[in-house]
């Protein structure tokens, strides 16, 4: 009785210790097979990295793409173009002091920059543009006329007087840089005179470019 009672004790001791190590494989195959496929997950989760970063950098040079072309676009709208003449009639000058001209006849004011009631070209954006001008005069008096950015002469022309020559001719032309609100303009030395015409004596610009 004790020794059969002995044998099942041990039967069910043995079967016990079997299951165990039989749950313990397979725990044991299954990390074995997790940590086999870990390389695996790894190298996709670079890839997917990878992919990210650069569909990123995708993004961000479409969106540079696209600022440049605004800037292109806006910069072919800004059209800054104008040219007028003294006007009148008769010589204008010689004064005491030095006198702002005035180009009352507008031929063109493409973007409204130049205004005929001072004689003032104001940059309505920063760039570089180019100024011409030019006077016709009679020879009695002389000639003379300075291009002013702000307070500063740019270039001037002019023609001294004589009594051989009945008229006298003249022209400049420049590159100026502006700064939004710089004020272009021309002045006439006090002494000097030039003639007022439809024709004649002008004052043009243009916007190059923007900068």
Aim: overall charge neutral; some cysteine.
């Amino acid at each position: 009785m004790t020794f059969t009672v002995l044998f099942f004790v041990f039967l069910f001791c043995s079967l016990t210790l079997a299951q165990e190590d039989a749950n313990a494989t397979v725990t044991e195959i299954n990390s074995q097979r997790q940590f086999a496929n870990l390389p695996d997950t790894y190298e996709l989760l670079g890839k997917f990295v990878a992919i990210e970063e650069e569909l990123q950098a995708v993004k961000t040079r479409l969106q540079d793409s696209e600022n440049q072309i605004m800037d292109v676009r806006n910069k072919e709208r800004t059209k800054v173009i104008f040219s007028a003449t003294v006007g009148g009639g008769g010589h204008i000058g010689p004064f005491n002091t030095d006198t702002t001209l005035i180009y009352r006849r507008v031929l063109t004011n493409i973007g409204g920059a130049y205004s005929q009631y001072t004689g003032i070209f104001t940059a309505p954006v920063a760039g570089v543009y180019y100024f011409t001008i030019f006077f016709h005069a009679g020879g009695q008096y002389a000639a003379k006329l300075y291009l002013y950015k702000n307070n500063q002469v740019m270039v001037m022309t002019g023609d001294h007087p004589s009594k051989y020559d009945s008229t006298d001719n003249g022209g400049n032309a420049v590159f100026l840089q502006l700064q939004r609100g710089d004020m272009v303009y021309v002045r006439l030395p006090a002494n000097s005179h030039v003639w007022g015409n439809n024709y004649h004596t002008s004052f043009s610009g243009f916007l190059v470019t923007q900068i």
